[in-house]
């Protein structure tokens, strides 16, 4: 049993997202997928002009791909490390965070990466 009251439910408070055109479920699983499958999925990113073309989406896919070929060398680096070479995969971890952020539609700014892409001007 419930009591009613005369106030309205008060409204969600929604993260921080992206400005400007809503950010789709479509667009929030290719960011995803960027982060998990970095650096593939954000080369195949590249080349899609329906995917690249969304603001979302271009935000995310440089960045994604830096990362993935930041972790790549640091995981290959430290595989000759051998008591090292067992947490590895525990670099992983961070792309998780990432895609889980992102999977809410906000931004997600990758500490150095993000600002070095940008200063490039490939975002």
């Known amino acids: 049993m419930t009591i009613p009251t005369d106030q309205e439910p008060a409204p969600e408070v929604m993260p921080e997202s992206f400005p400007g055109p809503a950010v789709s479920g479509d667009d929030r699983l290719w960011v995803v997928l960027c982060f998990l499958f970095a650096p593939l999925v954000p080369l195949i990113t590249l080349f899609l002009e329906d995917k690249k073309n969304r603001p979302f989406v271009k935000y995310h896919t440089v960045p994604t791909l830096i990362l993935g070929v930041v972790e790549s060398v640091v995981v290959l680096v430290l595989q000759l490390v051998p008591v090292v070479g ?34 490039q001007n490939w975002m």
């Open 86 to 119: 067992c947490l590895t995969p525990l670099l992983w971890i961070i792309n998780i965070i990432f895609a889980i952020k992102a999977n809410k539609g906000v931004n997600v700014d990758i500490p150095v990466i993000t600002d070095f892409a940008k200063g």
